[in-house]
């Protein structure tokens, strides 16, 4: 019996214009009559998906978020942070001090600010910016009011090519990283990733793997589909991440979250 379902966001829950359906919104609010546990699990920081807890009215239940790609964890009641794995002033120095000649920007996220290192802001910080309806501030690491839950290194496509090939292997080693889009690469605490997490809010929960569903589409979402019962993809999905799955799913564009949860948990398949 599935009592957690959990989804990721963009690509998954959100169609492509990064809007809840009112079909899948009805869904979350039918799981969540049949006491069944969500949990929003993205790369967003969490005020950058609060429109949708609220939209769900998940304050109101024991649902959880997973934000900054793995990085926190909260209980959306009074949004209580459970879990956390932050990124000093020493390993923002660090990751800087590799990429300092690629003409390239290093942008911090945390769960309530977007932070530019630099005065000048790239094109791909501003495009998140919009996304996520939040403001980009621009300071030092060592003035930031939040603390930061990943580093992005952001700029077009050649760009960002060429700033990977000048990390060493001990960043890879020692950080959790992963490249959802072309024109950005996510650096996090190794403890960070949404696979940690879930195993987290798992035993938070003193729940079973088969206990569990989750749902997504991209790259920073199979190690926490691999830790799920049930994993579904996307139809969207690339091939790698549908290999992982026990399901597939019709795409974010046709609802494809609703048409899994329908079949799956409630036997009832829709066309």
């Given at each position: 019996?599935?009592k957690?379902?959990?989804?990721d966001?963009?690509?998954?829950?959100l169609?492509?214009?990064r809007?809840?359906?009112?079909?899948?919104?009805?869904?979350?609010?039918?799981?969540?009559?049949?006491n069944?546990?969500?949990?929003?699990?993205?790369?967003?920081?969490?005020?950058?998906i609060?429109?949708?807890?609220?939209?769900?009215?998940?304050?109101?239940?024991?649902s959880?978020?997973?934000t900054?790609?793995?990085?926190?964890?909260?209980?959306n009641?009074?949004f209580q942070?459970?879990?956390?794995?932050?990124?000093?002033?020493?390993e923002?120095?660090?990751i800087?001090?590799?990429?300092?000649?690629?003409?390239?920007?290093?942008?911090?996220?945390?769960?309530?600010?977007?932070?530019?290192?630099?005065?000048?802001?790239?094109?791909?910080?501003i495009?998140?910016?919009?996304?996520?309806?939040?403001?980009?501030?621009?300071?030092t690491?060592?003035?930031?009011?939040?603390?930061?839950?990943r580093?992005n290194?952001?700029?077009d496509?050649?760009?960002i090519?060429?700033?990977?090939e000048c990390l060493p292997?001990?960043?890879?080693?020692?950080?959790?990283?992963?490249?959802?889009?072309?024109?950005s690469?996510?650096l996090?605490?190794k403890?960070?990733?949404?696979g940690?997490?879930?195993?987290y809010?798992?035993?938070?929960?003193?729940l079973?793997?088969?206990?569990?569903?989750?749902?997504g589409?991209?790259?920073?979402?199979?190690?926490m589909?691999?830790?799920a019962?049930?994993?579904v993809?996307m139809?969207?999905?690339?091939?790698?991440?549908?290999?992982?799955?026990?399901?597939?799913?019709?795409?974010?564009?046709?609802?494809?979250?609703?048409k899994?949860?329908e079949d799956?948990?409630f036997?009832?398949?829709?066309?």
């Amino acid at each position: 019996m599935i009592k957690l379902v959990v989804t990721d966001l963009d690509g998954t829950l959100l169609n492509n214009q990064r809007e809840l359906s009112n079909v899948n919104e009805n869904t979350i609010r039918k799981l969540l009559q049949e006491n069944i546990t969500i949990c929003f699990a993205t790369g967003r920081p969490l005020q950058g998906i609060t429109k949708f807890i609220d939209a769900c009215e998940l304050t109101n239940f024991d649902s959880y978020s997973i934000t900054n790609t793995g990085a926190s964890v909260y209980s959306n009641k009074k949004f209580q942070l459970l879990s956390s794995n932050y990124l000093n002033e020493k390993e923002y120095n660090t990751i800087l001090n590799h990429i300092k000649e690629n003409d390239i920007q290093l942008a911090g996220y945390s769960d309530f600010d977007l932070y530019s290192f630099s005065e000048k802001i790239n094109s791909a910080l501003i495009h998140d910016s919009k996304i996520l309806s939040m403001p980009i501030t621009t300071t030092t690491f060592a003035s930031i009011k939040n603390p930061v839950c990943r580093l992005n290194i952001m700029g077009d496509k050649k760009e960002i090519d060429q700033a990977i090939e000048c990390l060493p292997q001990d960043i890879f080693d020692n950080y959790y990283t992963v490249r959802n889009e072309t024109f950005s690469f996510e650096l996090l605490n190794k403890n960070s990733g949404k696979g940690n997490a879930i195993k987290y809010l798992m035993n938070y929960l003193g729940l079973k793997k088969e206990e569990v569903l989750v749902v997504g589409d991209n790259f920073n979402d199979v190690d926490m589909l691999v830790e799920a019962g049930i994993s579904v993809a996307m139809g969207q999905s690339h091939p790698d991440i549908k290999k992982v799955c026990t399901y597939i799913t019709d795409t974010n564009e046709n609802d494809g979250f609703t048409k899994a949860i329908e079949d799956i948990i409630f036997n009832s398949p829709r066309k």
